[in-house]
């Protein structure tokens, strides 16, 4: 109701922690064993911990339940479920692959220090921000537990169940009413309840297919073949996006995104060849093991996005400001609470030519993750980085952010690195997937980036990077000429015409032998080799569509 909406709007942070059960802060040391964390949370029906250093009181970081399970689950063997001294997750990776030395060993014991969030990666709310800002931020962001910063002083920590509470109070119900018919009429699974899934030796089937082509376009004005670098395949596809600054020390900003995008296609062509899942997050990290292990220099932001083996859905992983959008036909919009909805003023009319309207809306847009404005997360390996341990200066595949997202068919996806989106804006996104309607992949995608060059060298007209750049007081105007690559693709079904399977291919051009050499030495690219599949073809394909 108006009312409630009105509530909502005037309710503040400090309301929702005044509506906690308590107000206190709850600490814990840095130096404490991980054990001593867990008994804390339990003892104090907490979720989160603020760590401190025991010395000076400083505040170096958050601790979560997921942390100490994450923990506790890399240390428990399956035979008997004590506790060992065993490689963490980092250490050992998702899919039992050899120890990476350079990650170092845990024992349960670790201090908290160990595996907490630091303060420098932790995003936190103030005191006179609404309940709508606080909502927002646990969405865009995608964490559980958002501290609450005064000043130089922690107030708390929040939660989606802290919102939930304070949105929602008794209305004047007694305790025992609200109980009994809230809770009582939902309490107790039947006895008979089952699982939904096939039978024993029927595999579901995906009913829908991607048919993914990409444009890449290099800097109009740096007069090499580019930065970026992409991956396209029946299943995944992904971009990557070099680092330029990496040229002042002499380091080809390109190798490292091609090296991760031809890492990848190993990882995918070995993964088909075993029958295993084409998982992202799983992906991901064999490319970024690969690349440590040859020691590619240089940095780059990626984005992998996959068709789920059999539903409905797309699974991605993502590392700075590379994305995609999801795109819907609107008259066939319907509003998925919590991921997917149509235009933000309602639903879409039935008939949106005859209204003026759209004929697609923004389903859903990947978050991004930047460490201050123009700094995006990036995976990378300088130099001087240490053989073994970790480097701040770059992100590591645990910080991907994961997003699983229903699709359905007549859906239209946009996988670009930035100069797309710094230069485009989601309107004139639209505007030209509605100009491409009855056109192939390749056409929309060519559309796309050369619309985007187009933007990025004019001057009359603030890009959204300018906009952005302004209100983080940086002068800028116009557009902002950069590497372009755009990979895109229309959800349909299996079978249907025009969804036929691309072949596993990354690209632009080939890797330098000597990195070539390093990534199948380092037990992640060679698979591709093997399989034939050639790494320039979508580079040439391309080409030949760009007129």
């Not at 079904?493 to 969804?499: D, H, I, N, V």
């Amino acid at each position: 109701t108006a009312r409630s909406l009105c509530t909502r709007a005037i309710l503040t942070v400090r309301d929702l922690l005044a509506s906690k059960r308590s107000s206190a802060v709850k600490f814990v040391a840095a130096d404490a064993p991980v054990v001593v964390a867990a008994q804390q949370l339990t003892n104090n029906r907490e979720t989160a911990l603020i760590v401190k250093d025991p010395s000076t009181r400083r505040v170096v970081g958050l601790l979560t339940q997921g942390d100490i399970v994450r923990c506790l689950a890399s240390r428990l063997t399956a035979e008997n479920m004590s506790l060992q001294t065993l490689p963490s997750e980092a250490a050992v990776g998702w899919d039992d692959e050899p120890a990476d030395p350079a990650l170092g060993m845990v024992s349960w014991d670790v201090p908290v220090s160990c595996i907490m969030t630091p303060t420098e990666k932790i995003v936190y709310l103030t005191p006179g921000d609404t309940i709508d800002e606080a909502r927002d931020l646990l969405a865009t962001c995608g964490k559980r537990h958002i501290p609450v910063l005064d000043g130089s002083s922690f107030l708390g920590v929040i939660s989606p169940m802290t919102v939930l509470r304070c949105l929602s109070p008794a209305g004047g119900r007694s305790a025992k009413d609200a109980f009994v018919t809230t809770v009582m009429p939902r309490r107790g699974v039947p006895q008979t309840t089952q699982i939904d899934q096939p039978a024993e030796g029927e595999e579901a089937q995906q009913r829908l297919a991607i048919t993914p082509a990409v444009c890449n376009l290099p800097h109009p004005h740096k007069g090499t073949a580019g930065e970026d670098a992409y991956l396209l395949g029946p299943q995944l596809v992904g971009v990557a996006d070099g680092v330029g600054s990496w040229w002042e020390g002499g380091i080809d900003p390109a190798v490292y995104a091609q090296a991760l995008m031809h890492a990848s296609a190993g990882e995918c062509a070995e993964r088909a060849r075993s029958g295993a899942e084409q998982r992202p997050r799983k992906v991901l990290e064999a490319a970024w093991r690969a690349t440590r292990r040859a020691r590619v220099l240089g940095s780059a932001t990626i984005c992998l996005v996959a068709l789920h083996p059999s539903k409905p859905e797309l699974i991605a992983a993502n590392i700075g400001d590379s994305g995609f959008l999801l795109l819907r036909p609107a008259h066939t919009a319907s509003p998925r609470l919590g991921t997917l909805g149509v235009a933000a003023q309602g639903a879409a009319p039935s008939s949106p030519e005859a209204d003026g309207q759209a004929r697609y809306s923004v389903a859903f847009r990947s978050p991004q993750q930047l460490r201050s404005f123009n700094a995006p997360f990036q995976l990378g390996l300088a130099p001087d980085s240490p053989e073994e341990g970790g480097d701040d200066r770059f992100e590591t595949p645990q910080d991907a952010a994961l997003v699983r997202v229903p699709i359905e068919e007549g859906d239209v996806v946009v996988l670009a690195t930035d100069g797309l989106f710094d230069n485009v804006g989601e309107e004139e996104v639209i505007a030209v997937v509605e100009a491409s309607e009855g056109e192939g992949a390749q056409q929309l995608a060519t559309r796309l980036a050369h619309r985007a060059q187009e933007l990025s060298l004019a001057r009359e007209v603030d890009s959204p990077f300018a906009v952005l750049a302004k209100e983080n007081d940086i002068l800028w105007g116009g557009g902002r000429p950069d590497d372009i690559t755009v990979v895109a693709f229309r959800v349909a079904q299996r079978g249907a015409a025009g969804s036929t399977a691309v072949p596993l291919a990354s690209g632009p051009g080939a890797l330098p032998e000597s990195t070539r050499l390093g990534l199948e030495s380092s037990g992640r690219g060679d698979a591709a080799a093997r399989e034939g599949w050639d790494i320039g073809f979508t580079e040439r394909a391309a080409e030949a569509n760009w007129d």
